[in-house]
């Protein structure tokens, strides 16, 4: 059974890096139907996709998204991470990782999270 | 950037059926998914491509899409099924979130 776990600092102080990792258990990283995605939630808000990644590194990264980010994968790991840049209370969330199913064929265009990870608090503070 | 429309809040009794909406600009061309998050859990997954369930999500769930609105349909509902639900679909090599449905069962 695939598992998803999160894990990295709770706490992270204003203007420093936020780093995160999503480690997968029970299933390769390496599959020709997954991109592996990070998605957060404010508290008492709704969910907020950052980004995906495929095992080759290819990416794709949510447009609205305010904050800088770098969503990378280490196959060697079974891992992917997420890197947020200069951050600010507005990146208070509880950050999610999850396998996305994925298809770009005519016809089957979609992407959407399958299996998710049981999410990490981070608290952006002084 | 694409928009996804939700209702805040849905109520439904006991063994009725309770009806969430997700309305988008041409909607029914785009796959929709729909997930359920229980207070302190994280979302699950119950509808994917607009209308097919995961093998362990009971079969109350049911989804639609046409136009530009997109329904999760609940039969029965049941107290367990009180949560927020999130439309989703793939737009532009995006996800989008639709901004959650709270559903009271009472």
């Known amino acids: 059974q695939l598992h998803l776990q999160e894990s990295g600092p709770g706490l992270v102080k204003p203007s420093e890096t936020l780093s995160l990792t999503c480690t997968v258990s029970g299933g390769s990283i390496i599959n020709d139907f997954y991109y592996w995605g990070w998605i957060r939630q404010p508290p008492g808000k709704g969910l907020e996709w950052i980004g995906s990644?495929?095992?080759?590194?290819?990416?794709y990264y949510n447009p609205s998204f305010k904050s800088p980010a770098t969503i990378s994968v280490d196959t060697s790991k079974n891992q992917f991470s997420l890197t947020v840049t200069s951050v600010t209370a507005a990146d208070t969330a509880v950050y999610y990782c999850?396998?996305?199913?994925?298809?770009?064929?005519?016809?089957?265009?979609?992407?959407?999270?399958?299996?998710w990870g049981k999410g990490t608090t981070v608290t952006v503070s002084s | 950037s694409y928009d996804l429309t939700q209702p805040p809040s849905v109520s439904v009794s006991p063994g009725q059926t309770a009806s969430i909406t997700c309305s988008g600009d041409k909607l029914g061309d785009k796959y929709v998914s729909w997930y359920q998050q229980r207070p302190g859990q994280s979302p699950v997954l119950i509808i994917y491509?607009?209308?097919n369930r995961p093998s362990r999500i009971p079969e109350r769930f049911s989804g639609s899409n046409s136009g530009n609105t997109a329904t999760l349909t609940i039969s029965g509902t049941q107290a367990m099924d009180e949560a927020d639900y999130y439309c989703?679909?793939?737009?532009?090599?995006?996800?989008?979130f639709g901004g959650g449905t709270k559903l009271t069962v009472l």
């Open positions: 989703q679909a793939w737009d532009r090599n995006t996800v989008v």
């Open positions: 999850a396998r996305g199913s994925y298809s770009s064929r005519p016809g089957y265009y979609y992407h959407y999270m399958g299996v």
């Open positions: 491509q607009d209308k």
């Open positions: 990644v495929y095992y080759s590194g290819n990416t």
